[in-house]
């Protein structure tokens, strides 16, 4: 009651109140002179003919002005608010965190964090870490180098937003949209991002390690250089994304759907690749030693020059797969579909499994061999 009385107070102005007594005036001699013409009021003579000759005009003119002064009053309450709206969008870009979280706080009891208020807002290096962001429409905003550590971003509206060397690190985005943010060189280390909308941004250089990409859309991604060292990328849409020399280590794509990827150069060493959808990526030069590629398909997948060494590819689809000059020493191939694979100058030795019956290509290097020869040679 006392919030709503408060309210009250606030709507009550000085121009509201003259507009509402001017309209009430009116209303009142429109009453009078209609129930006079009809001689349901005792008056005299002359204020009788004077409601007769004036009621009417009056309360059309007085109910005139009274709607003139309430719309001008409505404007100047407007302008207020637009005023108010921008002071607190000014506080909100502060290098200081206890500014900046009290005007999150107003924004958001005013309803200004979601209606788009703050959409291309200039909030470059503002301190928003631990604020309450979540539902928050910030779309084309710029948010470079702000510090967003532990900030909860949850449903936020990122789109085309800039986060470029933002500080994002902690930061929870479930199921934000980013779709086409700019976050070169942004800190996400151990960020949740499950269920986050990625398609088409660009993480260039972005320190995403121990972040939590589970089902992820990163489709079209520029992922190029990005360290995800140790981060969730399960079941996560990496289809046509560009991941050019980036960090994989220990990484669990599983379920992954990387199809049509750039991986060339990448660092997949302990992956976890398990079932990962590989159709027709570019793994180039990349390093796979030790990883897990059970179930994986690799259907026309680039391996030229990739280090297999000790990854188990058991059961894996690497059909019309170029594997020209891979290292398998080491690796596990029981079962994998073979068919029309290129395996020209692959190189393999006695630990290299191979499936049953398969005989290798004569251009495929088995060391071991070789090594002996050189043995019996000397």
Partial sequence: MIRIGRRFVRWWTALRLLGVVLLALAFLI?????????GLLNLQETPRQILADFYASASVELAGIAVIVLVIEALFQRRETDREKRQLILQLAS????????????????????????????????????????????????????NLRGVNLKYADLQDANLGDA?????????????????????????????????????????LQ?????????????????????????ETNLQGANLKYANLQDVNLMRANLQGANLTDADLQDANLKYANLQGAHLKNADL??????????????LVSVNLQGANLWIANLHDADLEQADLRGALLGATNLQGANLKDTKCDSATIWPAGFTPPLEAVDLDAEIGQDDLAE
């Fill in 210 to 234: 121990g972040a939590n990409l589970k089902y992820a859309n990163l489709q079209g991604a520029g992922l190029t250089g990005v360290n995800l060292q140790g981060s969730s990328l399960y």
């Fill in 30 to 38: 429109g009453a009078l002179g209609y129930f006079n013409q009809r």
């Fill in 289 to 302: 030693q030790d990883a897990n590629l059970k179930r994986a398909n690799l259907q026309h997948a680039d």
């Fill in 167 to 207: 500080k994002l690190q902690g930061a929870g985005l479930k199921e934000a949209d980013l779709q086409n943010a700019n976050l070169m060189r942004a800190n996400l280390q151990d960020a949740n991002l499950t269920d986050a909308n990625l398609q088409g941004a660009s993480p260039y250089e972005a320190n």
């Fill in 95 to 146: 290098s200081d965190s206890v500014s900046a979280l009290e005007a999150v706080r107003a924004l958001r009891v005013r309803g200004w964090l979601r209606d788009g208020s703050v959409n291309r807002a200039n909030l470059y290096a503002a301190d928003l870490r631990e604020a309450n962001l979540q539902w928050a429409s910030l779309r084309e905003a710029n948010l470079r180098e702000a």
